[in-house]
């Protein structure tokens, strides 16, 4: 069976990096596509970025200058870093594999809640 | 850019059926570029229908979503409407011209 597993710090104060991975188990890495997505306590879901099977990442334009999506293939997992954190970036995250088309994410991990404060 | 709106809220009592929009303000829906989540209280979303239509594996066929290029609108119908089906529902699209992925604000689904 296919899962996303992902773990990270769930505190962090404000001005650090967020730091989150997200494990592939059962399924092709480079075979797909890898997203990240986050959600506010209380608020709707938010892209933050993406990976390709061959490293190409993209970003969430409000976010892109702090976002780093990589990825590890010889582990089978995927990461991402969010810099100069403020408590606007306080959320779940979820990690996702990415359909190409249509976009889309038939997988999901079971979420990260990020908290950020002082 | 574009924006996806839904209402906040619909519901209706078991049995019946519900329906939630979806409504893209520029551009146009492609027939298959929307896609519609499930999330239960405390849960992860998980995928309903992508392509507009297609259900994802296990879900059941009381779940249909559909597009009216007139309204430039999409829509998801769940019919025989049973508690279990309480959660929030976000429809999503992809930018293709600026890459980016747009998502719905949300509609909560009660059962009355």
């Known amino acids: 069976q296919v899962q996303l597993q992902q773990w990270g710090a769930g505190l962090l104060k404000p001005s650090e990096t967020l730091s989150l991975t997200c494990s592939v188990y059962?399924?092709?890495?480079?075979?797909?596509?890898w997203t990240w997505i986050r959600q506010p306590p209380g608020k709707g879901l938010e892209w933050i970025g993406e990976?390709?099977?061959?490293?190409?990442?993209n970003h969430n334009s409000s976010l892109r200058s702090r976002v780093t999506i990589s990825a590890d293939m010889s582990k089978n997992h995927f990461s991402l870093k969010l810099g100069s954190v403020t408590a606007a970036d306080t959320a779940v995250y979820y990690c996702?594999?990415?359909?190409?088309?249509?976009?889309?994410?038939?997988?999901w991990g079971q979420g990260t809640l990020v908290t950020v404060s002082s | 850019n574009f924006m996806l709106t839904q209402p906040h809220s619909v519901s209706g009592s078991p049995g019946k059926t519900v329906t939630i929009s979806c409504t893209r303000s520029?551009?146009?829906?492609?027939?298959?570029?929307v896609q519609w989540y499930q999330q239960r209280p405390g849960s992860a979303p998980t995928t309903l229908i992508s392509?507009?239509?297609?259900?994802s594996s296990g879900v059941p066929d009381r779940f249909s979503g559909s597009i009216d290029s007139s309204s430039n609108s999409a829509s998801l119908t769940i019919s025989g409407l049973k508690t279990e089906d309480e959660a929030d529902y976000y429809c999503?699209?992809?930018?293709?011209?600026?890459?980016?992925?747009?998502f719905g604000g949300g509609t909560k689904v009660t059962v009355l």
């Open positions: 996702g594999r990415r359909v190409a088309t249509p976009v889309h994410v038939d997988l």
């Open positions: 059962g399924a092709s890495f480079s075979g797909h596509l």
């Open positions: 990976i390709t099977q061959g490293g190409s990442t």
């Open positions: 520029g551009g146009s829906f492609v027939s298959n570029s």
């Open positions: 392509g507009s239509n297609l259900r």
């Open positions: 999503q699209s992809y930018d293709t011209v600026n890459h980016l992925w747009v």
